[in-house]
């Protein structure tokens, strides 16, 4: 079944919900579907990352002639003398371009906290993207009562996907404080929390933890956990504990996770 099943996001969660269970030649044909998901959420969320992070187009002229900075009504205006009637052509001599403000990204971390209870594929493709940028750390850790640092599998999300089997439970405050331990320079820290925010552990810590990190500059933000509808599925008590302690708090689309952390760094 697995052989001739057509790949989708519903069939990778089931996989990854049973890869422990499966024995190698089932494994195999399983990780064919991860493989396939995982390529088509990258080409997905490859785009909206680099239209976050290259810049907005400024309306003065540019040097660099790539089709996406095309300006096509100065070109026209700037043509409009080589315009033939009989053709019904206007001849371009000269392309003209739009250019582009560049953020500046010079070394912020961005620190990726994923509740094994939320969205580990979504996470670990946007850890992806986010990975090589120019000017980004980019850390992912993985929490239940645990928590494990997966920044060194960051680079191949099929692979990072295979390997990692949390138990169950959840310790919140734990995953913040070893996140809080990873920020190098406070105020180039963005540390994002991706959770339902159902605390198993201590609430009071969490929200200690938020409140310290804020305080010395770091950008916190939590991000609720999404049902299969997309819709915010997350305890709402907490979270605005944690608004109340100066955290961004809300339900974003990976791709909007990437504007939020382009328009913060960029600053």
Not at 102 to 123: N, P
Not at 190 to 208: A, K, M, Q, T, W
Not at 220 to 234: F, I, K, M, R
Request: glycine content about 8%; hydrophobic content about 45%.
């Amino acid at each position: 079944m697995l052989a001739r099943i057509e790949p989708n996001p519903a069939l990778l969660k089931a996989v990854l919900h049973t890869k422990h269970l499966m024995n190698p030649q089932v494994l195999r044909l399983a990780r064919r579907i991860v493989v396939q998901v995982v390529r088509q959420l990258m080409d997905k969320l490859a785009t909206e990352v680099r239209s976050a992070f290259s810049g907005t187009r400024a309306r003065r002229p540019g040097r660099l002639r790539q089709a996406r900075n095309f300006d096509m009504v100065r070109t026209l205006r700037a043509n409009l003398g080589r315009y033939q009637p009989g053709a019904g052509k206007v001849v371009i001599e000269t392309p003209l371009f739009f250019s582009r403000t560049r953020r500046h990204l010079e070394q912020w971390q961005v620190i990726l906290l994923v509740d094994q209870s939320g969205s580990m594929t979504d996470s670990a493709v946007t850890a992806a993207c986010l990975w090589g940028l120019p000017g980004v750390r980019t850390h992912l850790v993985a929490f239940d009562t645990d928590v494990v640092d997966l920044t060194s599998d960051v680079d191949d999300p099929v692979e990072l996907l295979m390997k990692v089997q949390l138990g169950g439970g959840t310790d919140i405050a734990r995953a913040a404080a070893y996140g809080a331990g990873l920020v190098d320079q406070p105020r180039r820290a963005v540390v994002v929390l991706i959770s339902d925010f159902y605390e198993g552990g201590d609430r009071h810590r969490l929200v200690r933890i938020a409140r310290d990190l804020v305080e010395q500059g770091s950008k916190v933000l939590g991000l609720a956990a999404l049902d299969e509808q997309a819709n915010p599925d997350y305890d709402r008590e907490l979270a605005q504990r944690l608004a109340d302690a100066g955290a961004y708090v809300g339900a974003m689309t990976p791709g909007e996770l990437a504007s939020f952390v382009a328009e913060h760094v960029g600053r």
